[in-house]
């Protein structure tokens, strides 16, 4: 794919990534799989936003927002989060933002981790495509790359 780009997030992003965020497919997969309101996510994303301790960028595809992810880092090692946009689902968008987070984390997280639960299988490829290694915790899956 020609013409990706990752950009840090912007306050512009907020309403964007809280659509995804609340589309019924990534509620279905998130861990809190309830709906967010807009005042909640809105303290949320400023926080991230001025959190140190958190990498936190958009994916475009020709200049439009396609993903997102978050690398939040606690004692160093990064917890990964992401989303793709509804529009660009099936189009290998997963597996560049992990890839994306991966080149993002160098030098600065000693390893990353991202936690998939059991009924996605898309997620788990693009783990697994981006050079992850799973781990099995119960019945959900913990993806492990390091040293990084």
Known sequence: MDNIDIRPVCPDDCELI???RNDPESQKQS?????IDPETH???FERKMKDP???FYVLTYDGTPAGQFRIDIRNGIGEISYTVAPLYRGMGIGTLLLKSAVKTGKGKVNALIGFVR????ASKRCFEKAGFTEFKTGDDSCFIMMPL
Do not use: H, Q, T
Not at 31 to 35: I, P
């Open 18 to 20: 809280l659509d995804w």
């Open 31 to 35: 861990y809190n799989s309830s709906v």
């Open 42 to 44: 809105r303290a949320w």
């Open 53 to 55: 301790a958190c990498l």
């Open 118 to 121: 059991s009924g996605n299988p």
